[in-house]
């Protein structure tokens, strides 16, 4: 894979305000992030006065070879880096030197990882790629590492893949940068690049129609989303009645559900529509959704005082009727807890180490004795245990016994256990065909370049089950009481974040 020099991203004239604004704080710290005039949004590392990362990547070979078939890849970040193995035997295929807290999410191909590392957006390469052709697929393998795309993005927040498209947020300017996802296997993506009107924790997406769904707010506070059209800046849709807003998915359809303070809210046909909740305070931090399913999986907090929630609760929101039932599963999760299989299964880890999977009415399918019983630590950045879902089967790391359990979701077995060589703190499974793709009725756009194929996946999240992609695992953004600020990286992906 070759890497070039960014060309100059498109830019729109979306909520300029906003963009001056964006620009005089980049100004300041001397990047060109996103709405600054002085550099591209999206850059190869050294080709821009924009900041630098603190570590290059090591040079590696950009080739690659055709091969018979390719196995999935589990990427887990750690203290001191990144390792990479093969998902099947446990091989550590690559290993990456890199200090910092390293946040992953899925690219949206199938082959690389977005790592957000503080004020940058650093693309991670796991090494396949299952390319379609008509009816079949050929497969290539590659060096694995980091690559020199680099996208600067201070206070890098939530990701979010969705119809073949990569959204990134960046939560100290509240600039937003999309792209054609398949477009990183050449190198640097063409950017389009947009912003809010003021700093905050939040997110966006593209919509299949091209309009862009954000999240508005301040450092203060943040209660408004709204769906703008791209090239205008037209509010075609807002809702005001979301305190708290923090994280998203995509259900079938292309519902997308938001969680608020007061109970979700669902974008849906053209409009929101709020979700009626029986407490006063409700709050669906990290949503876990899939096109397979008009249901969103999402945790459940009651309690508006509590320090660090631990519920036992989850909340099944029903993206058409506007409805939110809960299951009580008797044992408590957290923000990386939540996922869902190929069939719209929920997927939830508990301390009790059990992995329960749930049809879409809430029924318990299966009680999977996973790992060794566990409670979330109070700072939420240390290793815990992660679950991921990705072809019908579901990832649980068990960071404190140092192992990898995979789980067959529709059988409810244990299909195998590896040892790992790290205590993960995050995890990503890439298989080699891309988590986010265009739907057929809308290819993807990226500065008037079409995307390369259609199979029908509308985020990364579809096929694996997670969230911050229309998909199947929490919206990667994740909501960690007391942590305002970067509260929502991992409601998954991060999924977005899923915190």
């Given at each position: 894979m070759s890497h070039s020099h960014a060309p100059t991203p498109v830019r729109l004239p979306l909520l300029t305000v906003g963009l001056a604004v964006t620009a005089l704080a980049l100004s300041a710290c001397g990047a060109g992030g996103a709405g600054s005039g002085a550099s591209s949004t999206a850059t190869a590392a050294g080709s821009s006065a924009s900041t630098a990362p603190s570590e290059s990547p090591s040079p590696r070979s950009t080739e690659r070879s055709e091969v018979a078939s390719v196995t999935p890849r589990v990427v887990l970040s750690?203290?001191?880096?990144?390792?990479?193995?093969?998902?099947?035997?446990?091989?550590?295929?690559?290993?990456?030197?890199?200090?910092?807290?390293l946040r992953l999410n899925n690219a949206g191909d199938g082959q690389h990882v977005m790592?957000?590392?503080?004020?940058?957006?650093?693309?991670?390469?796991?090494?396949?790629?299952?390319?379609?052709?008509?009816?079949h697929h050929h497969f290539y393998s590659s060096e694995p590492g980091l690559t020199e795309v680099t996208f600067p993005a201070p206070a890098a927040g939530h990701v979010v893949t969705h119809n073949g498209q990569t959204t990134l947020f960046a939560d100290g300017t509240g600039g937003i940068q999309t792209f054609t996802s398949e477009h990183l296997?050449?190198?640097?993506p063409r950017a389009v690049e947009t912003s809010t009107e003021n700093a905050h924790h939040g997110?966006?997406?593209?919509?299949?129609d091209g309009s862009l769904l954000t999240t508005q707010g301040t450092e203060e506070g943040r209660n408004t989303v709204q769906v703008l059209e791209r090239e205008s800046g037209k509010v075609l849709a807002e809702t005001t009645d979301c305190p708290g807003v923090h994280g998203e998915t995509v259900a079938a359809d292309e519902a997308v559900v938001l969680g608020c303070e007061n109970g979700p809210v669902v974008y849906r046909d053209g409009a929101?529509?709020?979700?009626?909740?029986?407490?006063?305070?409700?709050?669906?931090?990290?949503?876990?959704?899939?096109?397979?399913?008009?249901?969103?999986?999402?945790?459940?907090?009651v309690d508006a005082d509590a320090e660090q929630e631990r519920p036992t609760e989850i909340a099944l929101i029903d993206s058409v009727q506007d409805t939110l039932t809960t299951v009580d599963l008797g044992s408590s999760y957290w923000f990386r807890s939540l996922a869902r299989g190929p069939e719209g299964?929920?997927?939830?880890?508990?301390?009790?180490?059990?992995?329960?999977i749930l049809d879409e009415s809430g029924k318990i399918l299966h009680e999977v004795k996973a790992i060794e019983p566990w409670e979330e630590k109070a700072e939420w950045q240390q290793p815990g245990p992660i679950l991921k879902s990705a072809d019908g089967l579901a990832y649980i790391t068990d960071a404190e016994q140092q192992k990898l359990v995979v789980v067959d979701i529709a059988q409810g077995t244990v299909e195998r256990t590896l040892d790992l060589p790290v205590a993960p703190v995050e995890m990503v499974v890439v298989t080699g065909h891309a988590e986010s793709t265009p739907n057929a009725e809308g290819a993807a756009k990226d500065s008037g370049q079409k995307a390369g194929h259609?199979?029908?996946?509308?985020?990364?999240?579809?096929?694996?089950?997670?969230?911050?992609?229309?998909?199947?695992?929490?919206?990667?953004?994740?909501?960690?009481?007391?942590?305002?600020?970067?509260?929502?990286?991992?409601?998954?992906?991060?999924e977005g974040h899923d915190h």
């Open positions: 750690h203290e001191g880096g990144l390792t990479t193995l093969d998902a099947e035997t446990g091989e550590v295929v690559h290993e990456q030197e890199r200090e910092g807290f790592v957000s590392a503080g004020d940058e957006v650093l693309v991670y390469d796991a090494g396949i790629d299952a390319q379609i052709h008509g009816d296997r050449s190198g640097m997110v966006a997406l593209e919509l299949t929101f529509h709020k979700v009626p909740v029986e407490t006063e305070y409700q709050r669906s931090g990290n949503l876990a959704g899939t096109k397979a399913s008009s249901i969103v999986l999402g945790d459940h907090k299964e929920s997927l939830v880890l508990t301390y009790d180490g059990e992995l329960n259609d199979d029908g996946h509308t985020s990364h999240a579809d096929e694996q089950g997670s969230s911050g992609e229309s998909g199947t695992e929490p919206a990667d953004h994740s909501d960690h009481e007391g942590h305002e600020g970067h509260e929502g990286h991992e409601d998954e992906g991060h």
